[in-house]
C-alpha cells in the first residue's frame, strides 16, 4: 500500500488550517499539529484534524512562542 505512510494530514488542508483562539498557522509536529503562538496541540484522527480548543492538548512544558 504506498501512501500509508505519508504526512498523516493532507497538505492542501493543513495550509489552511489556523488554531481556533489565535487565528495563525498550526504546524505540524509528528502526529500532532501544534500552533504557533499559543502552543496548544490539536490531534488528528484518521487524517481528521481535530481543532477545538477544548480537545486541544495545552503547550509542552517549557514551550516558547516561536518567531519572538
Ligand atoms: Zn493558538
Known amino acids: 500500500m504506498e501512501g500509508e505512510n505519508s504526512s498523516p494530514v493532507d497538505p492542501e488542508l493543513l495550509a489552511i488550517l489556523a488554531c481556533p483562539k489565535c487565528k495563525v498557522r498550526v504546524e505540524l509536529e509528528q ?26 492538548e495545552p503547550a509542552a512544558a517549557g514551550w516558547k512562542p516561536k518567531g519572538k
Open 31 to 56: 502526529d500532532r499539529l501544534v500552533c504557533g503562538q499559543c502552543g496548544r496541540r490539536y490531534r488528528v484522527e484518521d487524517g481528521i484534524p481535530i481543532m477545538l480548543i477544548d480537545e486541544a
